[in-house]
């Protein structure tokens, strides 16, 4: 990914990078991608998308992202999940029906392993019918990363390079 920012840098495209920051990178990677003019949004605390997700989203809001992932991923592939990374504390039916803050990181994690959201049609569907009509609920660690990056976009909405390479 870093890779085509820098390709689509060199080839005079306004160019941004919007990374989890569950992975981090050394600071001479960041400054690398700053030298040729790349923007990185990411999102804060070291979050994956899922953790900013589940962080983030009122409590109201949690059985129907549930409900997305055991559409996508089945009730049984769900429980497991949540079992397990709870340690047998949590189940499903649990985080949906006597939903508590304290289970926010776990289903995060279980969300990211089990990618319940990484293909596009869960992902915008928890955007268009669980996060988007929370949004001015939903916390700052999935908005504020999303916010910075839609006024980066905002600025310039020309697609076009600034200056286009010869012969393209």
């Not at 085509?4 to 991608?33: K, P």
């Not at 803050?101 to 392993?113: E, H, I, S, Y």
Request: aromatic share 12%; with cysteine; charged share 20%.
């Amino acid at each position: 990914m870093m890779e085509r920012a820098r390709i689509f840098a060199r080839m005079g495209y306004r160019t941004a990078l919007f990374m989890d920051s569950d992975v981090a990178y050394d600071a001479a990677r960041y400054a690398e991608l700053i030298t040729y003019g790349i923007s990185v949004f990411r999102w804060q605390d070291g979050y994956s998308t899922e953790a900013a997700i589940f962080a983030s989203v009122p409590a109201a809001q949690i059985p129907g992202l549930l409900s997305i992932a055991c559409e996508w991923r089945s009730e049984e592939s769900i429980n497991g999940k949540i079992l397990h990374a709870s340690n047998g504390q949590y189940n499903l039916q649990h985080c949906r029906d006597h939903f508590v803050d304290a289970m926010r990181p776990v289903l995060g994690q279980c969300a990211g392993d089990g990618k319940w959201f990484k293909d596009i049609e869960p992902a915008e569907r928890a955007l268009r019918e669980v996060i988007a009509p929370a949004w001015q609920n939903t916390g700052a660690a999935f908005t504020a990363s999303l916010n910075s990056l839609w006024q980066w976009i905002s600025t310039s909405p020309t697609a076009q390079p600034a200056n286009p390479p010869v012969g393209v």
